[in-house]
């Protein structure tokens, strides 16, 4: 009786930790699926937010406009110029990845971060660049909002966001 008892006490135990084993698993990815977001988001925070192309000769002839302009790759690579590099947080718009340039989610300098070997295997991300309009009177030329949603296999897509805002004023 006692043996059988102890069967069943074993076999309970290794579900449980076979459960709570998994679940460790996908807080694990949850955790780096934020994290990649995040840096994500915080690199298009950075760029400098123009309202002009400043590759172009003339502030008024070149406009920034949504998306990447002609020639421009969010990867840093030995044969990217910072001519040809992302320059505004509207140039992220519509970056997806894997993509072009990147087989799978990559950190600016194009190097993989979700390997075979990753438990980042399979995510994916999406990047939107929106023109927002403020509560405060701020036109939405101004102002953007920032959407970065990294998706991988087993959770639900998990979606950052924030609001870039211009730090001077639109002079034509």
Wanted: net charge neutral.
């Amino acid at each position: 009786m006692l043996i059988t008892l102890l069967g069943i006490v074993a076999g309970s135990m290794t579900v449980i930790f076979m459960r709570m084993a998994s679940q460790s698993a996908e807080v694990m990815r949850t955790r780096q699926a934020i994290t990649v977001a995040q840096a994500l988001l915080n690199e298009i925070r950075l760029m400098p937010f123009t309202t002009c192309d400043l590759r172009a000769a003339g502030c008024s002839a070149t406009p920034e406009v949504m998306g990447p302009e002609p020639g421009e790759v969010r990867y840093h690579t030995a044969t990217t110029t910072l001519d040809t590099r992302f320059d505004n947080p509207n140039d992220y718009n519509g970056l997806v990845q894997p993509g072009p340039g990147c087989a799978g989610i990559c950190d600016i300098k194009g190097n993989v971060l979700n390997p075979a070997s990753s438990t980042l295997r399979g995510c994916t991300s999406v990047t939107a660049v929106t023109p927002q309009a403020m509560a405060s009177g701020l036109p939405s030329m101004e102002a953007v909002l920032i959407s970065v949603t990294v998706t991988c296999p087993g959770t639900a897509p998990l979606t950052l966001q924030a609001i870039r805002t211009r730090h001077a004023p639109t002079i034509f």
